[in-house]
Antibody
Framework: QLQLQESGPGLVKPSETLSLTCTVS??????????WGWIRQPPGKGLEWIGTIYYSGSTNYNPSLKSRVTMSVDTSKNQFSLRLSSVTAADTAVYYC???????????????WGQGTTVTVSS | AIQMTQSPSSLSASVGDRAIITCRASQDIRNDLGWYQQKPGKAPKVLIY???YLQSGVPSRFSGSGSGTDFTLTISGLQPEDFATYYCLQDYEYPLTFGGGTRVEIK
């Protein structure tokens, strides 16, 4: 059974770079059925899609964050990563890594999620 | 980006009631919409994908319908474990966008 686990610092200073890694277990990150992504949720608020990466390295970023986001994949470690630069308090959130499965015939669902990791931006 | 407008933002219901949540897209998204349930302190969980396909393991009291711009999640016979927040997600095009959420509370 596919499982995801986020890791990274829980506290980041303003203007610095937030870095998180998601480790995929129970399956291969190189699965052609999955698109890997990051989603965040500020305290008490809704969900925001940050971006998506395929095992090949192709990416799609949310335009609202595009200038600050970089995602990468390491197939040898079965991991993918998020870097968000120049963070402010507004970037304080629970960050989830997730897998969006292509069920075929153009049907998709985000059917695997990490447990989430809280990142606080504060000096 | 496609805007997803979800309503109501909250609803109060009793066990056994039927709950209906709607999501409206700012443009035609065909059937590329999913519904997710989130409980406090937990990651979201997919209930429905592609408008009406029930995710494996999800009870049949959950159902989805719609197409184009208007979509509905129906919970037929609310159970205590269904009290949670529900989100729609369009995956027609990037950036993927969520609705604002509907909190389903016990009356």
């Amino acid at each position: 059974q596919l499982q995801l686990q986020e890791s990274g610092p829980g506290l980041v200073k303003p203007s610095e770079t937030l870095s998180l890694t998601c480790t995929v277990s129970g399956g291969s990150i190189s699965s052609r059925s999955y698109y890997w992504g990051w989603i965040r949720q500020p305290p008490g608020k809704g969900l925001e899609w940050i971006g998506t990466i395929y095992y090949s390295g192709s990416t799609n970023y949310n335009p609202s964050l595009k200038s600050r986001v970089t995602m990468s994949v390491d197939t040898s470690k079965n991991q993918f990563s998020l870097r968000l630069s120049s963070v402010t308090a507004a970037d304080t959130a629970v960050y989830y890594c997730a897998g969006r499965q292509n069920y075929g015939s153009g049907r998709y669902g985000v059917d695997v999620w990490g447990q989430g990791t809280t990142v606080t931006v504060s000096s | 980006a496609i805007q997803m407008t979800q309503s109501p933002s909250s609803l109060s219901a009793s066990v056994g009631d039927r709950a209906i949540i709607t999501c409206r897209a700012s443009q035609d998204i065909r059937n590329d919409l999913g519904w997710y349930q989130q409980k406090p302190g937990k990651a979201p969980k997919v209930l429905i994908y592609a408008t009406s396909y029930l995710q494996s393991g999800v009870p049949s009291r959950f159902s989805g319908s719609g197409s184009g711009t208007d979509f509905t999640l129906t919970i037929s016979g609310l159970q205590p474990e269904d009290f949670a927040t529900y989100y729609c997600l369009q995956d027609y095009e990037y950036p993927l966008t969520f609705g604002g959420g509907t909190r389903v509370e016990i009356k």
